[in-house]
C-alpha cells in the first residue's frame, strides 16, 4: 500500500534563515498532496496544498514543489519567523480524502 | 469555539470504564473522521463518516465504536481500552465529493489517557 516518508523528523534554523521538509510517496497514482500544521497544544491546520497537475504552487514565504518522476515533494519556508516553529505533516492522495496517508511530521525549530 | 469542537479535552479511564467522545461540526460538511495521534508517528484514520454511511474502518479494534447521528455530530465510543489505547483523538470534518479530496477542519483533540 501507500507509504510515505518525511524528513527530517526535526529541523533547527536560524529566523530569517530557509526550511525545506521533503517527503517521497511511493505510489504513483497520488495526486494530491497537503501540507498541515501543528502548533504546540494546538489542531492541524492546512496551510498549502498540491495536485499533481502542477509543480509549483507559492503562498507568501511558504511553497511547495513536487516531482512526480522522482516521487517526492517539499515544502520550503523562506525568511523563517518565531511563529514558523510547529510540526509540519505532508500528506499524499489518489483519490479522496479517506485515502490520505500522512508522514511522521517534521519538527520545526526556529532560532532566535 | 467555533468550526470544529470536541469534548472531553482530557480523559483518564481503567481499562473497564465506558466512555464516548463527541465531536461537532458548525461548517456544514458533508463528512467527518477520527483521528489517532500518537508522539512521532503518523495520523492514524481510524473512520470515515461520509454523508452519515461509515464509509473505511481500517481495521481498528472493536473496543472503539464510532456513531455519527446526523452530519454535525461525531462520537466515538470506547470499552475495555489497553494502556496503548493513549493518544490525542483528533476529529475532523470536510466537504466530500465526486472522489476529491478538500481540506480538513481539525478539532482541538481528547487528549485520553488509558490507566
Known amino acids: 500500500g501507500e507509504n510515505v516518508e518525511q524528513h527530517p523528523s526535526t529541523l533547527s534554523v536560524q529566523e530569517g534563515d530557509s526550511a525545506v521538509i521533503k517527503c517521497t510517496y511511493s505510489d504513483s497514482a497520488s495526486n494530491y498532496f497537503p501540507w498541515y500544521k501543528q502548533e504546540l497544544g494546538k489542531r492541524p491546520q492546512l496551510i498549502i496544498d498540491i495536485r499533481s497537475n502542477v509543480g509549483e504552487k507559492k503562498d507568501q514565504r511558504i511553497a511547495v514543489t513536487l516531482n512526480k518522476t522522482a516521487k517526492h515533494f517539499s515544502l520550503h519556508i523562506t525568511e523563517t519567523q518565531p511563529e514558523d516553529s510547529a510540526v509540519y505533516f505532508c500528506a499524499a492522495s489518489k483519490g479522496s480524502n479517506y485515502q490520505l496517508i500522512w508522514g511522521a511530521g517534521t519538527k520545526l525549530i526556529i532560532k532566535p | 469555539e467555533t468550526g470544529v469542537t470536541q469534548t472531553p479535552r482530557h480523559l483518564v479511564m481503567g481499562m473497564t470504564n465506558k466512555k464516548s467522545l463527541k465531536c461537532e461540526q458548525h461548517?456544514?460538511?458533508?463528512?467527518m473522521y477520527w483521528y489517532k495521534q500518537s508522539a512521532k508517528k503518523p495520523l492514524e484514520l481510524m473512520f470515515v463518516?461520509?454523508?452519515?454511511?461509515?464509509?473505511e474502518n481500517n481495521s481498528v479494534p472493536s473496543r472503539f465504536s464510532p456513531e455519527c447521528p446526523n452530519s454535525s455530530h461525531l462520537f466515538l465510543h470506547l470499552h475495555t481500552l489497553q494502556p496503548e489505547d493513549s493518544a490525542l483523538y483528533l476529529c475532523?470534518?470536510?466537504?466530500?465529493?465526486?472522489?476529491?479530496?478538500?481540506?480538513?477542519?481539525f478539532g482541538p483533540g481528547t487528549r485520553l489517557t488509558v490507566t
Open positions: 463518516y461520509s454523508l452519515e454511511e461509515r464509509v
Open positions: 461548517l456544514g460538511h458533508n463528512a
Open positions: 475532523a470534518s470536510s466537504q466530500d465529493g465526486q472522489g476529491l479530496p478538500y481540506e480538513q477542519y
